[in-house]
């Protein structure tokens, strides 16, 4: 059957299905309890308030009374307050009309564009693809950052993750990577960010250029919880409906903390007792069902790049531990060197891709493997040169590595609107590696 005609019907389906009415019973913190109306964990009702409708989505049944969070405010909502069922669970249009879009963590437009009609309309909730079903991670991508792209390098269909503190750069690596990516498309989510930044992300990180090839999520700090928890899945979505077109899409989502966050206010709302440092269980089955989604699917790919930020600098706490163990790889920011003024602050020491061998030839790998190993022959010896104890002919590769050492950081320090393909990142690091300027 035809998918427009298969929506035709869905719609006159939906259409004719009798209302189901029901009411507000107890409203407690940022729940409402509903009685008199059947329901599924994930369907959306409609709740009268004052002279307004809020949607809420049912996060909990217990016997005939639901436990919903609205996805808008509780002003006007009370006991007796009429619901009315949808029928269903959240539903977005998606398609190629969404290139250039900005829309909200439910998927509406908030870019004053033309609505988004004429699309397919689908559920944002989706199982990932079957482990033997998908493909592997075989090509490289390019991400635009030198250190990256040599010492951590990116394949297509990659989950990566981006753990640092406040402050230490993480959005400012996330725009130069959406600017300098050679992926066909990219979806941006940008989850409990301040709404100050999201113009000037817009506007200034991301341009007119890095829109148009983009699709932008935006749920800001202040929105309700389940709104910036949906976000990430109508992002994640989104890139899916591109992924089974056959496209390589590029996902990022800033950031998954605070999606880990907003989970951790829903579960606590609905009563489940909180465990790691305050993290309720379903926070951490919540991570491996969003990030398996992305990656190599049957045809087309999702690279997902995921910010983690990381409390206290502590990257050991719950959720920067358990993002670690599912995602491919991992980009560490460094406080230290963010403070000295070298960006991007990457601790290319610390970070790891596990798909590195699979993406790059052997040269490559060998030439990625001496810097390295002179990076880290450098940290050895540096407290003993700081002091004056270290006599030079002790270490071979610490002698070479402080002879570099100005032209290795000149390679590895990028600014915020340089651009660096993968094949001259690779040629500028032979250069280096030969004694000649990066």
């Known amino acids: 059957m ?9 719609a006159a389906v939906a259409a ?14 940022l729940s409402v309890a509903v009685r008199g109306i059947p329901g599924r964990v994930g369907d959306l009702l409609s709740i009268t308030a004052g002279a307004g409708v809020v949607p809420a989505e049912v996060v909990a049944v217990n016997g005939d009374e639901l436990t919903c969070l609205p996805l808008g405010v509780l002003d006007g ?26 829309l909200d963590g439910l998927g509406r437009p908030m870019d004053g564009g ?7 309309v689908v559920g944002v909730e989706q199982p ?94 202040d929105q309700p919880p389940l709104v910036r928890l949906r976000a990430c899945f109508v992002a994640t979505r989104i890139a899916e409906w591109f992924r089974d077109q056959g496209r390589d899409v590029l ?19 609905v009563g489940e007792p909180p465990a790691t440092r305050g993290y309720p269980p379903s926070v951490f089955a919540l991570l491996p069902r969003l ?81 390295r190993s002179l990076l880290a022959a450098h940290r050895d010896v540096r407290e003993l040169v700081e002091i004056g104890a270290y006599l030079p002919g002790t270490n071979p590769d610490a002698d070479r590595a402080r002879e570099l050492m100005p032209a290795i950081n000149a390679f590895l320090r990028q600014d915020l609107d340089e651009r660096c393909p993968a094949d001259r990142s690779w040629s500028a690091l032979t250069n280096l590696l030969a004694g000649g300027d990066a």
């Open 291 to 371: 990030l398996e989604r992305a990656g190599p699917g049957e045809v087309g790919s999702i690279t997902g790049l995921y910010t983690v930020l990381v409390e206290g600098d502590d990257h050991n706490e719950p959720i920067a531990d358990s993002a670690r163990s599912i995602l491919d790889g991992h980009v560490v920011l460094d406080r230290r060197l963010a403070t000295a003024g070298h960006f991007p602050s990457i601790d290319v020491l610390e970070s790891i891709s596990r798909v590195s061998g699979a993406v790059t030839s052997r040269e490559q790998r060998a030439a990625a493997t001496e810097l």
């Open 114 to 120: 033309p609505s988004l009609c004429g699309g397919e």
């Open 77 to 102: 909502i009370g006991a007796g307050s009429p619901v009315v069922s949808t029928g269903g669970p959240l539903r977005i249009a998606v398609g190629d009309q969404l290139r250039g879009r900005v």
């Open 128 to 221: 990932a693809p079957n482990a033997l079903a998908r493909g592997r991670v075989t090509e490289p991508l390019s991400l635009g950052v030198r250190a990256l792209d040599t010492l951590v390098p990116a394949g297509r269909g990659q989950r990566m993750g981006i753990f640092a503190g406040s402050g230490v750069g993480k959005s400012s690596l996330l725009s130069m990577i959406t600017r300098g990516t050679d992926a066909e498309i990219s979806v941006i989510a940008l989850v409990g960010e301040r709404g100050r930044e999201v113009r000037e992300f817009l506007e200034n990180d991301l341009g007119p250029e890095g829109l148009a090839r983009s699709v932008v999520v935006v749920a800001t700090s």
């Open 251 to 269: 996902l990022l989502m800033d950031s998954l903390t605070r999606a880990a966050m907003a989970q951790r206010e829903v579960g606590l709302s």
């Open 16 to 29: 004719a299905r009798p209302l189901a009415y029901g009411e507000v019973s107890r409203v407690l913190g």
């Open 2 to 10: 035809p998918d427009s005609l298969r929506q035709r019907l869905d």
